[in-house]
């Protein structure tokens, strides 16, 4: 029996409800995508749990191996959930396109689900595998009695699979859906990791970003300190070793590209003059995973100059505060290392803490507590004083909500509200009486808050 499934419920309903069209005789092709330890095999396997009775489900997870064992082994695994008359048929097969037009004829008479996971490995055993998938899908589609054969192909190598579903790739436009599962937002893991302390479970989502495994491993009982000492500052640690591994299976300048955005270098000019060579595909091949965001004031012209930003928080935390340290924590220096890095762990934690807010603030408008139809996001001056502002909310193209965020133990007071009253001088065309919102890591005190001067601590922000 799986483990309850957390946060992932909107994910698995979509998956099902493919299911559900193929049983009514449309064929269904899916695809998942995802870095590394984000959840994809635990979703998948929430699938085949879920499929009822009358419907055959074959869960493959492909490897490494040759493409003649990889069949194989799809083969026994089929030939497991069919009718002993059906099994007869099964002969040997002999490529890719083989076994998927078997799949496909099985699948005129009752229904079945092929998942295919980590297929990646299959587009790089098999030449021309996604081609092979094109190929047999454009056959059966149009069919006038089509099968209802759900494929389901899913990989860590996001890269990989967005390449095959972009304009030139082999697959585009022939998914009926695609999912691309995210790490866990700070209230996602609040809640998938039971409701811990809220102060801690910043600290663990610092570190570990939104990855179940990641937070699987920090426990709450011991300090921030002793966790990163041990999944971070020692040989063999989980938080140093998993972005290596990611990085090494990205091309060359992808992984370049993030070293150099999480390094600091947020201009266009200045991540190519750092990788030295062409920035527009292995650029685009990043925003498009999700690794980096391209980010600019909210509310500046369409052609305002974008900030390149790691938008993945465990990827942002590994090049912060451990890639020029790799070899030292090796060593044995781990405990020097987190000590030598600690301001640079402190500004982890606040921009997780930033980010949280403006997380939390699109929940205050859905909720109803901010005006229905702000959008929400960062803001600064592009030029003069340098003015930034952690959440700005525009209405009607005017701003009607300024916050700020501050990961400080002590509550935010009357002078943190001045700051946005400071702040009210260089926004975007603002209201008379904006709504002001702070956000601190010890709270915000009473006497500071009013009708239009909201607060809120880690607890308020991560039960949204």
Known sequence: ML???????????????????????????????????????????????????????????????????????????????????????LQPFGSWEHALNFCAAIARTRPLVIVIDEVTYLMGSTTGFASIIQTVWDRIAPLANPPSLVLVLAGSATAMIEDTLSYSGALYQRPTQVIRLKPFTAAEAYAYCGQPEPEALFEAYAACGGYPLHLDAWDFD??????????????????????VILLD??????????????????????????????????????????????????GSPRKARRHYRIADTYLRF??????????????GQGEEVLSHTHGEWQNQLGSVFEQAAREHAIGLVRSGILPTGTLLDEWWTASGEQIQVDVLGLLDH?????????????????????????????????????TFILWGRGGVRQDTTTSHILGFGPAEMLAY
């Open 249 to 298: 299976r990205l091309p060359d300048p992808q992984s370049r590209i993030l070293l150099a955005i999480g390094q600091g270098r947020s201009r266009r000019s200045e991540i190519a003059n750092e990788v030295g060579s062409r920035l527009e595909r292995p650029l685009d091949s990043c925003l498009r995973t999700g690794f980096v965001s391209a980010i600019k004031p909210i």
């Open 3 to 89: 483990r309850p499934l957390i946060c992932r419920q909107n994910e698995l309903a979509r998956l099902t409800q493919v299911v559900d069209i193929a049983t009514s005789g449309k064929p269904q092709l899916a695809v998942l995508s995802g870095p590394r330890r984000v959840g994809k095999t635990f979703l998948l396997r929430h699938l085949i749990q879920a499929i009822g009775p009358g419907i055959s489900a074959v869960y493959f997870e492909a490897n490494q191996a040759a493409e003649v064992a990889q069949l194989r082994r799809f083969g026994e695994m089929l030939a497991a959930v069919l009718d002993p008359e059906e099994a007869s048929l």
């Open 398 to 434: 005017r701003s009607v909500v300024i916050g700020e965020a501050k990961w400080q133990k002590q509550p935010l007071g009357t002078s943190d509200a001045g700051g946005l009253w400071r702040a009210l001088r260089y926004v975007p065309d603002p209201i008379p009486e904006p």
């Open 318 to 331: 590994w090049i912060r505060i451990l890639a020029d340290h790799v070899q030292r924590i090796e060593a």
């Open 222 to 243: 011991r300090s921030a300190g002793e966790n990163l000492l041990q999944l971070a500052g020692s040989p063999g640690g989980l938080l140093l070793e998993d972005a």
